[in-house]
């Protein structure tokens, strides 16, 4: 059983740049792919990034080049690095685990098993 909290929100200017942090207990990182999602208010919880555990980074299209994922399985903490935020950044980033070993597409919610409680990230104009 795999438990994830995350730190590090807040509120921001747009063009500014804030780091989430994600740390895991009661599992081994490294046998997990790890993701990144968000929500905003009305909307449906997207995928922001991921982290296979096999190696390998990827991106939704809206944060490509601005976000970037990082772990470290050693602190078993995994980070989102936002730069160049926009107020449509705005929303509760979670955090979240595949089951040990997980294959296929990783960009959907149901990939995942672990989930956090969330941050929230505000980006002001």
């Known amino acids: 059983q795999v438990q994830l909290a995350e730190s590090g929100g807040g509120s921001v200017q747009a063009g500014g740049s804030l780091r989430v942090s994600c740390a895991a207990s009661g599992g081994i990182v490294g046998r997990h792919s790890m993701g990144w999602f968000r929500q905003a208010p009305g909307k449906e919880r997207e995928f922001v990034a991921g982290?296979?555990?096999?190696?390998?980074?990827f991106y939704a299209d809206s944060v490509k080049g601005r976000f970037a994922i990082e772990r470290d399985n050693a602190k078993k903490t995994v980070y989102l690095q936002m730069n160049s935020l926009k107020p449509e950044d705005t929303a509760v980033y979670f955090c979240?685990?595949?089951?040990?070993?997980?294959?296929?597409?990783?960009?959907?919610?149901?990939?995942?098993?672990?989930w956090g409680q969330g941050t929230q990230v505000t980006v002001s104009s």
């Open positions: 982290s296979r555990w096999s190696g390998g980074t």
């Open positions: 979240a685990a595949s089951g040990e070993f997980a294959s296929g597409t990783m960009t959907s919610a149901p990939a995942y098993e672990y």
